[in-house]
Nanobody
Framework: QVQLVESGGGLVQAGGSLRLSCVAS????????MGWFRQAPGKEREFVAA????????EYEDSALGRFTTSRDNAKNTVYLQMNSLKPEDTAVYYC?????????????WGKGTLVTVSS
């Protein structure tokens, strides 16, 4: 079992930045592709970003490309999501995931989420 705990969410003005962190316990994350999903009010959960086991390959949803950066520190069992140039439409609960699936589209483990609110 892998437990994932996100932090770093909050209220930010449009154009601002936030850095989300996700600390894992129970198992080393080096065995997993790590990723981020989000769910906006009234919408379905959607993929945001993923990072390969070694950190050398990343993938982003189109609206996140160029604004968000995911990284990982396997020694600290931690994954990050740096979000810049935030927009009101980025408002959502952000979830950290761990997956055996190479593209993290079918996560095996989910965190409970952290709320990001972007005001206009």
């Amino acid at each position: 079992q892998v437990q994932l705990v996100e932090s770093g969410g909050g209220l930010v003005q449009a154009g601002g930045s936030l850095r989300l962190s996700c600390v894992a316990s129970g198992h080393t994350i080096s065995s997993y592709v790590m990723g981020w999903f989000r769910q906006a009010p009234g919408k379905e959960r959607e993929f945001v970003a993923a990072i390969s086991r070694g950190g050398g390959i990343t993938e982003y949803e189109d609206s996140a490309l160029g604004r968000f950066t995911t990284s990982r520190d396997n020694a600290k069992n931690t994954v990050y999501l740096q979000m810049n140039s935030l927009k009101p439409e980025d408002t959502a609960v952000y979830y950290c995931v761990a997956a055996r699936d190479p593209r993290a589209r079918r996560p095996d483990y989910w965190g409970k989420g952290t709320l990001v609110t972007v005001s206009s």
